[in-house]
């Protein structure tokens, strides 16, 4: 009959162990901030593709201006 109860007291504390280990929130924290970095990461992604023309545009005119000669004239407000 113990050898019984010793199986029975086993199997109790095995199942204790593992609805303590289910219950765990050891790492949702680091899934939540990983989570949160990929929407933020796919956000900055989605408004430099709706921005890409406007950016283009920029860099075009920065790009003019910058002339180590010193013959391009580059005036505010964009125009060359």
């Not at 593992?18 to 939540?32: A, K, N």
């Not at 992604?45 to 005119?61: C, E, F, K, Y």
């Amino acid at each position: 009959m113990t050898r019984v109860n010793d199986v029975f007291l086993k199997v109790l504390i095995g199942m204790q162990e593992l609805g303590r280990h289910l219950r765990s929130e050891r790492g949702q924290d680091t899934l939540e901030w990983a989570m949160l970095g990929g929407l933020v990461a796919i956000a900055i992604l989605g408004v430099l593709l709706v921005l890409q023309g406007a950016l283009n545009s920029l860099m075009s005119g920065i790009s003019a201006c910058i002339d180590f000669n010193g013959v391009t004239p580059c005036l505010p407000g964009g125009i060359f």
